[in-house]
């Protein structure tokens, strides 16, 4: 067998399987679609803040847990205001 040959014979062998090893990886990745940020919202239940009244989603909230119940807030600080008041009383 010719040098020649054995070099045809590997390129033959590299192009078989290059067609084996991409035909299984097919490039029909779909770009990536945007989550919609409505899905949260619509999922999501509003709590009332015991602080400033304002209606915050849960998902979103600062939990506070209390004898009990959890308590939602709109912010850290809001968080930390009421649980100064419950310290106080
Ligand atoms: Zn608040």
Redesign the pocket.
């Known amino acids: 067998m010719s040098p020649v040959r054995i070099i045809i014979i590997g390129i033959l062998l590299y192009i078989g399987y290059r067609l084996i090893v991409g035909g299984s990886k097919k490039k029909n990745d779909p770009a990536p679609k945007m989550k919609e940020p409505d899905n949260i919202a619509q999922n999501d239940t509003l709590e009332e803040?015991?602080?400033?009244?304002?209606l915050?989603p849960r998902l979103r909230a600062v939990q506070f847990e209390h004898n009990g119940k959890t308590h939602y807030?709109?912010?850290e600080?809001?968080?930390n205001?009421y649980r100064k008041n419950q310290g106080e009383e």
């Open positions: 803040d015991p602080v400033c009244k304002k915050v807030f709109c912010s600080k809001c968080c205001t």
